[in-house]
């Protein structure tokens, strides 16, 4: 494996887990700017064409078709072996939105089993990429975005967002602002850098410097998390987008799962997309030394958060298991801090609060109040209204998770 020290120095190594201090863990290469074979063209225009499609009595067939058309005369090893990993994450993001638009087809049964051709080329890419089959943070967010002015980087502002479920503005702007994220906490993935650099070196100046890079970014990151609200809709966003973002594990409607025709007749539990599958977040937590969960939990890797990683792809997992190691000079130059490192890290923890209260305000107003009031006038309302897209219970696990991060606040 590649020595992970080698990144406090060279972006170039950083490339190669599709990560760089610039645009941190999105492609450098917006959607339009990777050109797939030519027989994904049908998909392509299958997703460009989604919502108008999603809104037949007959979409479910369409979808199948479209995926048949795809295999005419090529094995699905083939199909998935000749994309290089540009255009494998583009043939994910694709593939995802036929899986969700199938699945949770409006006016229809949520569906229990997904035709094979969907199932099993959704499957072989994400097989490939090493995480799920199912639309994710990364399907819609990190790699579905194209740029309105190529001159100016990847700003909400600045976001053409390429596929929605639902066509409206509110669905664009909810993915371009988590998008921005992504691209605002490259400065975070900057400053572990230094810091890590600089406690190599024994260099207490750069070790504050990389942690005021990091802070400055997370503060960056929550004041576009702020934003959200300009221009999306809670009753929109859970009334109609929140649904396509969900999984099928801790879901009423699929209380089964899915059956992956071609692959399993075994039902599948996946989780919806989650803010808990940002790698730059779950970055955050390895940096800082946050520990999520119960002893056992750790000791089994089985939190929920654990678990999220599973959602994110195979190269941004070793980033995450590389900087557990690579963070150890910086672990122990922790152990005996000055003033100025102590005053340094604890603001990084407390911007990495900053970023999670922001989220705590923007789940209150795009789910809990909109749960709330619907079930205010419907009897029949559940209380797992209140879930996250991930199907977690949000209020009691995202206060933990706060409390977690900052725990590791050192004394000053």
């Known amino acids: 494996r590649l020595d992970f020290a080698l990144c406090a120095t060279c ?28 027989r994904w063209q049908c998909i392509e225009a299958t997703c460009d064409n989604l919502v108008t499609t999603l809104k037949q009595d007959n979409c479910r067939d369409n979808f199948v078709d479209s995926m048949q058309q795809l295999l005419d005369g090529v094995s699905i090893d083939t199909l998935v072996d000749e994309l290089s990993d540009e255009q494998l994450c583009k043939a994910y993001h ?42 994710t943070h990364h399907a819609v967010d990190v790699y579905n975005w194209d740029l309105l002015d190529d001159s100016k980087p990847p700003l909400a502002d600045n976001i053409k967002v390429v596929h929605t479920f639902t066509g409206t503005p509110d669905e664009a702007w909810f993915f371009a602002v988590t998008t921005e994220i992504e ?55 859970y009334g109609k987008i929140r649904l396509f973002l969900a999984g099928w594990r801790n879901n009423e409607l699929l209380p089964n799962g899915v059956i992956y025709e071609g692959v399993s007749e075994e039902p599948q539990h996946f989780y919806g997309a989650s803010a808990g599958q940002s790698t730059l977040i779950a970055a955050m937590d390895v940096f800082l030394g946050v520990k999520h969960g119960t002893a056992e939990e750790q000791a089994r890797h089985s939190h929920y958060l654990d678990e999220m990683r599973l959602y994110t792809p195979k190269w941004h997992r070793a980033f995450l298991s590389d900087l557990t190691t690579a963070r150890k000079p910086f672990a122990a130059f922790l152990s005996n801090p000055s003033d100025d490192i102590a005053k340094a890290f604890n603001a990084t923890v407390a911007a990495l609060k900053g970023f999670r209260d922001e989220h705590m305000s923007v789940v209150t107003r795009f789910i809990l109040n909109p749960a709330r009031k619907a079930k205010a006038s419907n009897d029949s309302a559940t209380d797992k209204a209140e879930q996250g897209t991930g199907g977690t219970d949000l209020v009691q696990f995202l206060k933990v998770v706060r409390s977690e991060g900052s725990a590791v606040a050192l004394p000053e």
């Open 11 to 38: 972006t170039m190594e950083l490339s190669q887990y599709n990560a760089s201090t610039d645009y941190g863990f999105l492609p450098k290469k917006s959607y339009s700017e990777v050109e797939l074979p030519v």
């Open 183 to 237: 691209y605002r906490g490259a400065g975070a993935i900057a400053g572990m850098m230094q810091a890590i650099q600089g406690a190599q070196n024994d260099n207490t100046k750069a070790v504050v410097a990389g942690l005021e890079d990091i802070t400055t970014a997370m503060v960056a990151c929550r004041a576009t998390m702020k934003r959200m609200h300009e221009r999306l809709s809670p009753d929109v966003f």
């Open 94 to 135: 694709l593939v995802c939105m036929v899986i969700n638009s199938y699945v949770w087809a409006p006016g229809k049964k949520a569906a229990e089993r997904l035709p094979a051709p969907i199932a099993t080329v959704g499957h072989a890419l994400a097989t490939r990429l090493g995480t799920k089959p199912i639309t």
